[in-house]
């Protein structure tokens, strides 16, 4: 929450894509988040793959699952941060974004650039 917190100062539109329909973070946090205009929750969904813009080697998007219903959906981005914990949840981005033997997400040297432009990494490391 503190990170969605953090790039709603910047951004037009954060959107937390969450597995459950209840959050595990501080309850002050969870009431900044939910309180905040710029961030959406998407609940008891999750991210499937990462898309390209056809043509152009930037972000498009996501790919989303309801775990309730099991709808499958697009959700146009331009960037995406992910929050995973302290295990890498990169399975969804094997093949389509360089992971380390770890699963962790490959960045150039002294930068957060991955192989695919628009994405950045982030959590803590």
């Known amino acids: 929450m503190e990170e969605a917190c953090f ?3 910047y951004a037009s539109k954060v959107y937390i894509i969450h597995r459950f329909d209840y959050l595990e973070a501080s309850k ?3 009431r900044r988040a939910k309180a905040n205009p710029k961030i959406e929750i998407i609940w008891h969904s999750q991210v499937l793959e990462a898309y390209g813009v056809e ?3 930037i972000l498009g998007g996501v790919v989303l699952r309801d775990n309730k219903t099991q709808e499958v ?3 146009p981005l ?3 941060f992910f929050a995973i914990g302290h295990a890498p949840a990169t399975a969804f ?3 389509q974004l360089e992971l380390d033997e770890y699963g962790y997400v490959v960045t150039a040297p002294d930068s957060t650039a991955t192989s695919i432009r ?3 990494p982030g959590g803590e490391g």
């Open 7 to 9: 790039l709603a100062r």
């Open 28 to 30: 002050v946090m969870a």
């Open 55 to 57: 043509g152009d080697d």
């Open 73 to 75: 959906r697009r959700l």
């Open 78 to 80: 331009s960037g995406l």
């Open 93 to 95: 981005l094997e093949g």
């Open 118 to 120: 628009g994405e950045q």
